[in-house]
């Protein structure tokens, strides 16, 4: 593929809560709507607001993270969005210039244009000292402009427009509306799929959207942030490290944290992926091995508890010492006991010993990467219980740039052929580390 050049936008704001999301779905569903094509992208370790993006856009959503997901990934997946796309979206993460890598970094590094959601509903005159910041804090950022989001009235509007002393920095306001909320749970967001009128929710905010400058923008009014994407030699095939092997993975409300570049990387190994859901009481398919990620064991807990089903099927695996990865969520299904927050003690699977306390403020929260014998595998821990175990770790995860110790990093634990751990792992930073957790344990060297 040539080089080529594509409309790329990175949605930003000065902290956390400002509207991000819903500025990024509603644009993305604004175009999509109008049947140009669109791609979206999520930067940093999130699996939540890619359920409402691939909702607004209709592709599938990729993480980009130049730490976790590498910057030869963010490359190679831009570059072949760009050849297939009207218009690229990257959804920055916190602030403009929170973590290590920022998302400032990102929109830096491939020349992405940032665009700046501000929460103005409290403020006037300083809407525009915030922008200016927000541009200038870093030289060379390249910009796209400032919208206002959460306005109170077109009064309010008039204000913020006028503390902008640029008039192509300013890329309208949008309304304080209800019907465009997304709503959201101790995790981040709710899952788009578990909204009944989240089409609606999306419409409502794309409609918001077009009544401003940004909104009214046509394909040829977006080239002005075009952004070249040149071609790059692919070096992300990988062996057929599981060719010929079949994956059950458990995907429904309560196991829902998957990335869909992981699925990617596991068909890639040739892997034949196949799905059921525990909180249905489905048994598990005939396979090798079984994926059970991360998700909300915590808001399913009687009905995980009475899958016995999906259960007795699993124990059946195991009992055969056929390979189980569980992360997170997957992982705390397998203990004996949840504690909730309110102090109700719920029965689980009983796979492995222990048991598990959700609590009121995350436990643990940050990227992490896990040395195995067969490779580093990189990714993030993010979770509001603890759990006590007889168990003991094989090994600990460790934050980047540093070394696992007994006192820092998620552990990880083995009992048989089951291996759990709150770690969310990213496939494709080592294919080869990814399929040993799919494969009895050695066999891949």
């Known amino acids: 593929m040539p080089s080529t050049r594509c409309p790329a936008i990175l949605v930003a704001a000065p902290a956390s809560g400002q509207g991000k999301t819903t500025i990024t779905s509603a644009l993305a569903r604004l175009h999509a709507r109008q049947g140009r094509r669109v791609r979206v992208f999520k930067c940093g370790p999130d699996f939540l607001d890619p359920y409402w993006h691939t909702l607004a856009s209709g592709a599938p959503v990729y993480q980009l993270d130049l730490w976790m997901t590498g910057e030869e990934d963010c490359q190679a997946r831009l570059t072949a969005a760009a050849h297939e796309a009207d218009l690229i979206i990257v959804e920055g993460v916190m602030g403009l210039y929170d973590g290590e890598p920022s998302a400032a970094d990102l929109a830096q590094r491939f020349g992405l244009h940032v665009l700046a959601v501000v929460d103005a509903s409290a403020m006037a005159g300083t809407f525009g000292a915030l922008a200016f910041g927000l541009q200038h804090y870093r030289k060379d950022l390249p910009w796209a402009g400032v919208l206002a989001n959460r306005v109170a009235s077109t009064g309010h509007a008039y204000m913020l427009r006028n503390a902008i002393p640029e008039a192509r920095n300013w890329l309208g306001a949008v309304m304080r509306n209800a019907d465009m909320t997304l709503p959201e749970r101790h995790l981040g967001l709710t899952v788009a799929s578990e909204v009944p009128d989240a089409m609606a929710r999306l419409d409502a905010a794309a409609d918001a ?83 059970l990620p991360g998700g909300y064991p915590e808001l399913h807990a009687d009905r995980i508890a009475g899958s016995a089903q999906t259960r007795s099927s699993l124990a059946q695996h195991i009992a055969a010492a056929k390979p189980v990865w569980a992360e997170c969520g ?116």
Request: charged share 15%; net charge negative; hydrophobic share 45%.
């Open 209 to 291: 959207l077009q009544d401003t400058p940004l909104g009214q923008m046509s394909l040829q009014d977006l080239r002005r942030w075009d952004t070249e994407f040149p071609l790059l030699h692919d070096a992300r095939a990988v062996p057929a490290l599981l060719a010929g092997k079949t994956i059950a993975i458990a995907r429904d409300a309560a196991f829902c944290f998957i990335y869909t570049a992981n699925l990617d990387c596991l068909q890639s190994m040739g892997a034949t992926l196949r799905f059921f859901s525990p909180l249905a009481n489905e048994a598990v398919p005939d396979c090798d091995a079984v994926w």
């Open 330 to 445: 997957g992982m705390m299904a397998l203990f004996e006991t949840l504690v909730t927050t309110d102090g109700q003690t719920h029965a689980l699977w009983g796979l492995l010993p222990g048991e598990v306390t959700m609590h009121t403020r995350l436990a643990a929260l940050g990227p992490q990467q896990l040395e195995l014998a067969t490779g580093l595998l990189r990714g993030h821990t993010f979770h509001y219980s603890t759990t006590e175990t007889t168990l003991q770790p094989v090994a600990r995860t460790a934050r980047p740039q540093t070394e696992p110790s007994p006192q820092a990093g998620e552990a990880l634990w083995q009992q048989g052929a089951v291996r759990a751990s709150y770690f969310h792992a990213w496939f494709p930073s080592s294919p080869t580390a990814a399929a040993s957790l799919f494969l009895p344990t050695g066999e891949v060297t």
